[in-house]
């Protein structure tokens, strides 16, 4: 199968079919470029899609994120991402693999096929030149041949004619001779012509044009062959993401499997826990006796006489807890706009948070005394007089900020109503600022609350009311450690980043040396030097009868 052979006439169809098959080629370049264009685009839209979902920071949004199936949907936002990036890759392994490649070949197969049909071109026009010197030779022997027999007829004529001169005669044959002469020269030159020719011809079409177009034949099953290669490419390319992409789609399944609806029921509850006890029964109030009527201290409404005169009535607002419309301004500093336990978390945040600052302001501080030293020792490296005003500086922010420790930490313990034991706890959390008068806070405390327990809203004053520090905090410090009143196991792991907590691993058994008081803490012993708060909700509490002593530590 041979196109020299079986072609050896379509000279043109050859053309015009080779062209066609470029034209392919570059068809199938611009598809898989237009192809590449739709997956760089495609993963700049994904990639703009998770963003948008991203939440922002420092807003509303970062604080739901805790939620288990908020963070499986972030965890789905960041695998988008690197899903778009596999798109990324298959746009960018096509371009570089199948379009640039593709692209230098056909400007290479041009120029190639130009080269072919040049060579073609330039077969047929020899060809062409030998076949008309053939007739060139042919027509010239012609006309040769015919001049002969004119001349001959015109000499046996005049030899013939007896009035002819002898001379005229001699003339006559002499030019058939002539004539005659130049008919075998023609013969010749037309036999010699006619062979080349007929050499050139053979040539030509056995020889030549075969080779020229088995060129052609090559260079087009050449194209055939790299455009099969380039679809296997096209597919190998999106072939070898699919194992990444594959992971990709199993870790947004395995972030779906984590979520724990039993968890952010959890949250919830811990997020919009507000501490009151639920309302009591209402007193039936008998109106058929002459005795003046009390008001039920746990009554959900104020009478409309407004004539009650109860002594409670004075703060039956906070009775009313469930029912009052929020703030919507700034609250007071202290929190007191809000539950006891909402109340509790933020005073507790906004302590971390200054604790934090006073944490930073310390070390530039230790920083800028090392380098005073460096420069009391090396004059040559600085002047040491020059982080003075600096140090002062710091000192005075330190100074403002263990004032401001010292008043949350007031209004910490008058929401959680410590004991002795719990501000000895506090304080060695904080250390950073001195003891509480604890009559005081717990006077405080029972002041904010009615006598059924209910909340009120009127801030109170008395919580900033410090009293000096006395011997008793000292002797406190050096209280014998509480006994154990059970046992306890590790539901979850805790991680105890804070001071006064402590880490647990899940399934740790620990001694419980304090019952959670209501603020959600329970105060757990590992051994004689480890002991601190975990979440009542991360252990299982089992508790001793009549627990009397301390137990042997683990």
């Known amino acids: 199968m041979s196109w020299g052979a079986e072609l050896w006439d379509q000279f043109d169809n050859l053309e015009k079919h080779t062209q066609w098959g470029i034209d392919v080629l570059e068809k199938y370049i611009k598809f898989v470029k237009e192809r590449t264009e739709i997956e760089i685009n495609y993963a700049k839209q994904l990639r703009n899609l998770s963003k948008k979902y991203q939440p922002k920071k420092n807003s509303k949004e970062e604080d739901e994120y805790k939620y288990s199936s908020c963070k499986a949907f972030l965890a789905t936002l960041n695998e988008m991402n690197d899903y778009a990036g596999q798109h990324e890759v298959i746009s960018e392994n096509m371009t570089s693999q199948i379009t640039t490649e593709l692209a230098r070949y056909v400007q290479e197969l041009k120029q190639e096929r130009k080269s072919h049909f040049h060579d073609g071109r330039k077969a047929q026009q020899h060809i062409e030149t030998c076949w008309k010197q053939l007739e060139s030779s042919k027509r010239r022997f012609e006309r040769d041949c015919k001049e002969a027999d004119r001349a001959q007829q015109y000499f046996e004529k005049m030899d013939a004619d007896i009035n002819v001169t002898k001379a005229d005669v001699e003339k006559a044959r002499q030019q058939a001779q002539l004539r005659q002469q130049m008919?075998?020269?023609?013969?010749?030159?037309?036999?010699?012509?006619?062979?080349?020719?007929?050499?050139?011809?053979?040539?030509?079409?056995?020889?030549?044009?075969?080779?020229?177009?088995?060129?052609?034949?090559?260079?087009?099953?050449?194209?055939?062959?790299?455009?099969?290669?380039?679809?296997?490419?096209?597919?190998?390319?999106?072939?070898?993401?699919?194992?990444?992409?594959?992971?990709?789609?199993?870790?947004?399944?395995?972030?779906?499997?984590?979520i724990s609806q039993k968890n952010d029921s959890q949250l919830v509850i811990e997020a919009f826990k507000s501490g009151f006890e639920p309302p009591g029964d209402v007193d039936f109030e008998d109106f058929t006796q002459p005795i003046k009527r009390a008001v039920s201290e746990s009554s959900l409404s104020n009478s409309k006489d407004g004539k009650s005169e109860s002594k409670f009535s004075g703060k039956s607002k906070g009775k009313l807890w469930p029912f009052i419309k929020k703030n919507k301004g700034a609250g007071p500093e202290d929190f007191s706009n809000l539950p006891p336990e909402q109340r509790r978390k933020k005073l507790q945040q906004k302590v971390d948070e200054l604790n934090k600052d006073i944490q930073k302001e310390t070390d530039q501080r230790d920083a800028l005394t090392?380098?005073?030293?460096?420069?009391?020792?090396?004059?040559?490296?600085?002047?040491?007089?020059?982080?003075?005003?600096?140090?002062?500086?710091?000192?005075?922010?330190?100074?403002?900020?263990?004032?401001?420790?010292?008043?949350?930490?007031?209004?910490?313990?008058?929401?959680?109503?410590?004991?002795?034991?719990?501000?000895?706890?506090?304080?060695?959390?904080?250390?950073?600022?001195?003891?509480?008068?604890?009559?005081?806070?717990?006077?405080?405390?029972?002041?904010?609350?009615?006598?059924?327990?209910?909340?009120?809203?009127?801030?109170?004053?008395?919580?900033?009311?410090?009293?000096?520090?006395?011997?008793?905090?000292?002797?406190?410090?050096?209280?014998?450690?509480?006994?154990?009143?059970?046992?306890?196991?590790?539901?979850?792991?805790?991680?105890?980043?804070?001071?006064?907590?402590?880490?647990?691993?899940?399934?740790?058994?620990?001694?419980?040396?304090?019952?959670?008081?209501?603020?959600?803490?329970?105060?757990?012993?590992?051994?004689?030097?480890?002991?601190?708060?975990?979440?009542?909700?991360?252990?299982?509490?089992?508790?001793?009868?009549?627990?009397?002593?301390?137990?042997t530590y683990i």
């Open 183 to 258: 008919a075998e020269d023609s013969r010749a030159e037309y036999s010699s012509t006619l062979q080349k020719f007929n050499h050139e011809q053979h040539e030509h079409y056995y020889t030549h044009i075969p080779n020229i177009f088995q060129k052609i034949q090559e260079m087009e099953e050449r194209r055939i062959v790299r455009i099969g290669e380039s679809m296997k490419t096209f597919a190998e390319v999106d072939r070898q993401v699919i194992p990444i992409i594959g992971k990709c789609l199993d870790e947004i399944t395995r972030a779906a499997e984590s």
């Open 370 to 551: 090392k380098m005073k030293d460096v420069y009391i020792k090396n004059p040559q490296m600085g002047d040491a007089a020059s982080v003075d005003h600096k140090l002062a500086e710091l000192g005075q922010n330190l100074e403002k900020l263990r004032l401001e420790v010292q008043k949350f930490e007031g209004w910490l313990a008058e929401v959680e109503g410590r004991l002795p034991a719990r501000t000895e706890q506090t304080r060695r959390q904080s250390g950073m600022y001195e003891p509480q008068n604890t009559l005081t806070v717990n006077n405080c405390a029972q002041d904010r609350e009615s006598p059924d327990g209910s909340y009120t809203e009127e801030p109170s004053q008395e919580s900033e009311v410090k009293a000096p520090a006395t011997d008793f905090d000292d002797e406190f410090d050096d209280e014998e450690p509480l006994p154990t009143i059970g046992t306890c196991k590790a539901l979850y792991t805790f991680e105890g980043q804070n001071e006064g907590t402590i880490s647990v691993t899940e399934g740790e058994m620990l001694f419980v040396i304090e019952e959670d008081k209501g603020d959600g803490w329970t105060r757990i012993r590992r051994n004689e030097d480890e002991e601190g708060y975990v979440p009542t909700s991360y252990v299982e509490v089992f508790l001793e009868k009549n627990a009397k002593g301390a137990m």
